[in-house]
């Protein structure tokens, strides 16, 4: 285990106090676009491209973007990079993207969620000297933003390039959860050797895995980190904007580590209505008095069980806290499991890319409790914790 203490982030940046508290307040944190003094002048005099989506917002209230700031102060953003859900946010999960124009400033957009090879063409990077990434992920190993950041950190190294991130909160970051990925599974929803909840910012994960050598080869790149100001991973960071389609609400981001896995099965978590994440059911499930139709909507054109009525459980009346502390609860999945009595077909293989190991789902079939699962990955978290110190950013 690599324990070095990572050297990317300017001095400068490593000496800027955070505010200690317990739990700040979203209102009390500067995000790192939001840091002019920064990174302007990292940035000036360089052709820069843009990866960001419509959570790359400086001023909520306005809706100005990073990209409109940028352009505003003289900042030569020559190409745009988008990831899943596209630069608009409002492509479905999953769905490929094409490249484009942004209409608005008539820069190219290269996606990069597009089916084929993530790495962007020679042709682009020969226009750019610098990688700008502005996200706002939610702290989930399967939510695919940060494998975007990786491919175009592979890209940097390849092409040497520097790379400039500038942070936003992680709305998870208070929990690590969860098994580390055996990379015998690695997908388009899991591509580090990471917790299924990781705790980190992107600008964290960032330095991690150039300190662990994760690039291709073990490659290094110039990294710079912009923190943000006022941020501990204690923060109860509330989101301006919906991330992607279906987290619409704080509530659907603080079960989504749990809920999430019911993509893996027959069991319906509410897409195709506007409780996506927050609830679950199927049309065979017994004994429930909840229910929901799934319809194709924005965002979820085809969801499963698409106009069946589904019976189920819903999920929205528990207290954010008690999401929050109980982390990945299994209890859910192992509910429907019993309920259906589908033994194994209850699962797909995409199950083992999601939770990352192959001991889960025979847990769940030999009778294992959600709480006796967690304790045999809890050895993981620890583990993990220990290795990802030396590129924490934030207070825990």
């Known amino acids: 285990m690599k324990k070095s203490i990572p050297i990317f982030l300017l001095s400068l940046l490593m000496s800027i ?40 917002l400086v001023d909520p209230t306005t809706q100005k973007h990073t990209l ?20 608009r946010g409002n492509a479905d999960a999953g769905q490929h993207v094409k490249s484009s124009v942004d209409t608005k400033t008539g820069i190219p957009i290269a996606s990069l969620y597009t089916g084929k090879t ?6 682009v990077m020969d226009k750019i000297d610098v990688i700008v990434v502005d996200l706002q992920d939610v702290g989930l190993r399967y939510y695919t933003y940060y494998i975007t950041m990786l491919h175009l950190m592979n890209a940097a190294a390849a092409y040497g390039k520097e790379v400039v991130v500038l942070d936003r909160p992680n709305p998870n970051g208070m929990t690590v959860d969860g098994p580390i990925l055996d990379m015998k599974y690695a997908s388009g929803v899991g591509r580090l050797p990471i917790p299924v909840v990781h705790g980190m910012t992107l600008g964290e994960l960032a330095q991690m895995i150039v300190g662990e050598g994760w690039l291709k080869g073990g490659a290094k790149i110039k990294l710079t980190v912009v923190p943000c100001e006022g941020y501990t991973h204690q923060t109860r960071y509330q989101l301006p904007v919906a991330p992607s389609p279906n987290l619409r609400t704080m509530k659907a981001v603080y079960l989504y580590p749990s809920t999430c896995f019911f993509e893996a099965t027959p069991v319906s978590l509410g897409r195709g209505t506007d409780m996506a994440f927050t609830v679950y059911g199927h049309p065979d499930m017994e004994g429930c008095d909840f229910s929901f139709t ?33 982390g990945i609860n299994l209890d859910y999945i192992i509910d429907a499991y ?54 924490l950013l934030y207070p825990e």
């Open 17 to 56: 106090p955070f505010t200690l508290r317990a739990q700040t307040s979203s209102a009390e944190v500067k995000v790192g676009a939001q840091r002019v003094e920064l990174y302007e002048p990292l940035l000036r005099g360089k052709k820069i491209a843009l990866l960001s989506n419509h959570t790359g």
């Open 68 to 87: 409109d700031l940028m352009l505003e102060r003289g900042l030569n953003v020559v190409n745009i990079f988008s990831p899943e859900h596209g630069f």
């Open 118 to 123: 993530p790495m962007p063409s020679r042709e």
């Open 294 to 326: 799934p319809r194709s909507i924005a965002g979820a054109t085809n969801p499963p069980q698409l106009n069946k009525k589904c019976y189920g459980r819903d999920l929205r009346d528990i207290p954010d806290e008690e999401l929050i502390a109980q």
């Open 338 to 391: 019993y309920n259906l009595e589908l033994g194994d077909a209850f699962f797909t293989s995409f199950f083992e890319k999601l939770i990352g190991v192959d001991y889960v789902r025979q847990m769940i079939e030999w009778g294992n409790t959600a709480d006796e699962i967690k304790a045999r990955w809890q050895p993981d978290v620890e583990l993990f914790k220990e290795q990802r110190s030396p590129y």
